[in-house]
């Protein structure tokens, strides 16, 4: 069951422009603990249309300013099963 959700989110991240191990990995690893469409929320997506692969701080960086309450309710509408989740 892994290797499809962890595939599934390699093309999300590509789709997004995210290059390299550690953006790939962090972005991968969002996908698969918080929520496969992590990136449809309109702050995190604001944050990865500023991502730049290659820059100072990478997808870190990109994201760092989005607050913990967004990552919960993103996390929160998974488990719930109200993100229209696909994996």
Known sequence: ELVPRVEAQLERARGHGVAGDKDTFDYVAWGVAISPRFDEHPVI???????????????????????????????ALHRAGRDGRDA
Do not use: F, N, S
Not at 48 to 64: C, H, I, K, T, W
């Open 45 to 75: 997506a604001e944050g990865l249309r500023a991502y730049r692969p290659g820059a100072e701080g990478g997808l870190a960086r990109a994201l760092e300013g989005v607050p913990d309450a967004v990552w919960d309710e993103v996390q």
